[in-house]
């Protein structure tokens, strides 16, 4: 199938409709040919924007993409490279505990690391991974705009921030920041109604939505029992394959038209996710998800 692309910003990168995912690629067992070719499969299906962050693996999965991407360097014409800086933690000896560092110098070091993990010259997207209660907006500010200026990131966003701390860090960039990434699932639906998702629809910008599948809870846990039988009820309705396509599709049925998140390596979940692109909630199948995931109807 085609996958659709989307513009994450009206001045920002254009991105797949999906997003693959590399947060967990230290546990699928891969070597580095295996990798190469996970790559070459999702970009041939049209998955060609990847997440990354410099902690995930334990400071190891960047690496170990880089480590498949060099057997095919001409991949990298193919793709958009997204990662996250901005957490510490104690897997780095220098860090007595997990905490969070959005200082102008860490920022352009971590920056910096990852391109080196990942053997690449640039980022498309470098994101600030979580607010930081210390942050100074005017040090991540000159982060940015030296890492524009040297050519080592494309566009920047951040992930996980408020409206309020959105707005802050954008008053102080020449450049719109292109994306916040949230965790928007039946199962965390604050950003529906906080404020985080209206403040990208009114920027028309495009959020990408991680843990779409709770980390895998909306599946397996038998407290989300009923959740997962009125799923498979829209299932059928829709004629899905699958209940991870209704998921998919509940999100992506969201007004600001966040761009999804695959957790998995695997071909066949890979392929099956996108087949969510073609499906077409209506108004009460959305809010049927919604108040069995809740528990409740609406006011």
Request: aromatic share 8%; with cysteine.
């Given at each position: 199938?085609?996958?659709?692309?989307?513009?994450?910003?009206?001045?920002?990168?254009?991105?797949?409709?999906?997003?693959?995912?590399?947060?967990?690629?230290?546990?699928?067992?891969?070597?580095?040919?295996?990798?190469?070719?996970?790559?070459?499969?999702?970009?041939?299906?049209?998955?060609?924007?990847?997440?990354?962050?410099?902690?995930?693996?334990?400071?190891?999965?960047?690496?170990?993409?880089?480590?498949?991407?060099?057997?095919?360097?001409?991949?990298?014409?193919?793709?958009?490279?997204?990662?996250?800086?901005?957490?510490?933690l104690t897997a780095d000896?220098?860090?007595?505990?997990?905490?969070?560092?959005?200082?102008?110098?860490?920022?352009?070091?971590?920056?910096e690391r990852s391109l080196?993990?990942?053997?690449?010259?640039?980022?498309?997207?470098?994101?600030?991974?979580?607010?930081?209660?210390?942050?100074?907006?005017?040090?991540?500010?000159?982060?940015?705009?030296?890492?524009?200026?040297?050519?080592?990131?494309?566009?920047?966003?951040?992930?996980?921030?408020?409206?309020?701390?959105?707005?802050?860090?954008?008053?102080?960039?020449?450049?719109?920041?292109?994306?916040?990434?949230?965790?928007?699932?039946?199962?965390?639906?604050?950003?529906?109604?906080?404020?985080?998702?209206?403040?990208?629809?009114?920027?028309?910008?495009?959020?990408?939505?991680?843990?779409?599948?709770?980390?895998?809870?909306?599946?397996?846990?038998p407290a989300c029992h009923?959740?997962?039988?009125?799923?498979?009820?829209?299932?059928?309705?829709?004629?899905?394959?699958?209940?991870?396509?209704?998921?998919?599709?509940?999100?992506?049925?969201?007004?600001?038209?966040?761009?999804?998140?695959?957790?998995?390596?695997?071909?066949?979940?890979?392929?099956?996710?996108?087949?969510?692109?073609?499906?077409?909630?209506?108004?009460?199948?959305?809010?049927?998800?919604?108040?069995?995931?809740?528990?409740?109807?609406?006011?």
């Amino acid at each position: 199938m085609s996958v659709s692309r989307i513009k994450l910003h009206p001045e920002g990168p254009e991105f797949s409709r999906f997003i693959m995912g590399y947060w967990r690629l230290m546990e699928w067992g891969l070597n580095p040919a295996q990798r190469r070719d996970l790559l070459h499969y999702h970009l041939d299906l049209g998955v060609t924007t990847v997440d990354h962050a410099d902690i995930y693996g334990g400071y190891q999965c960047e690496a170990a993409f880089g480590e498949g991407l060099k057997l095919a360097p001409e991949l990298r014409q193919r793709l958009e490279i997204v990662s996250k800086c901005g957490i510490a933690l104690t897997a780095d000896p220098a860090h007595q505990l997990n905490h969070y560092i959005t200082s102008r110098e860490h920022i352009i070091s971590s920056a910096e690391r990852s391109l080196q993990r990942l053997g690449t010259d640039y980022l498309d997207l470098l994101l600030i991974h979580r607010p930081d209660p210390l942050m100074d907006a005017d040090e991540v500010a000159e982060a940015f705009i030296a890492l524009r200026q040297a050519g080592k990131i494309r566009h920047a966003g951040v992930s996980n921030f408020t409206p309020g701390q959105f707005a802050l860090l954008q008053s102080r960039l020449p450049f719109p920041l292109v994306t916040n990434q949230v965790e928007i699932s039946p199962l965390h639906q604050e950003p529906t109604l906080d404020g985080t998702l209206d403040q990208l629809q009114q920027l028309r910008i495009r959020p990408m939505a991680w843990s779409c599948l709770g980390g895998g809870r909306l599946l397996t846990d038998p407290a989300c029992h009923f959740l997962r039988e009125e799923l498979e009820r829209v299932r059928q309705e829709l004629g899905a394959q699958t209940l991870e396509q209704v998921v998919y599709a509940w999100v992506m049925r969201l007004p600001s038209q966040p761009l999804p998140i695959i957790g998995s390596g695997r071909r066949e979940r890979i392929a099956s996710a996108l087949q969510a692109d073609r499906l077409q909630l209506d108004r009460q199948q959305w809010f049927r998800i919604r108040k069995a995931a809740l528990g409740y109807d609406v006011p």
